[in-house]
Nanobody, 116 residues
């Protein structure tokens, strides 16, 4: 089993930057593909970005391409989401997940608020 703990959220003005971190427990971190999702008030959780087990392949939702970068450090059991050029519409609770086969684990989320 994997436990995920997100951090790095906060309040930032539009145009600013934040870096989210997601620390994973356990010794099998490198066997999991990792992803970031977000959920704004009154909306469904949506995909933001994903990275494969080695960090060689990444995917992004169109609205964050060119602004957000997902990366991972398997030695530190951590996945990151660097968010630049933040917009008010990026305001949401951000969750990381870990996927391996049928196993999916979620963190508790971290709030990101972008003021106009």
């Amino acid at each position: 089993q994997v436990q995920l703990v997100e951090s790095g959220g906060g309040l930032v003005q539009a145009g600013g930057s934040l870096r989210l971190s997601c620390a994973a427990s356990g010794r099998t971190f490198s066997s999991y593909a990792m992803g970031w999702f977000r959920q704004a008030p009154g909306k469904e959780r949506e995909f933001v970005a994903a990275i494969d087990r080695t960090g060689g392949t990444t995917k992004y939702t169109d609205s964050v391409k060119g602004r957000f970068t997902i990366s991972r450090d398997n030695a530190k059991n951590t996945v990151y989401l660097q968010m630049n050029g933040l917009k008010p519409e990026d305001t949401a609770v951000y969750y990381c997940n870990a996927v391996s086969g049928r196993m999916i684990y979620w963190g508790q989320g971290t709030q990101v608020t972008v003021s106009p």
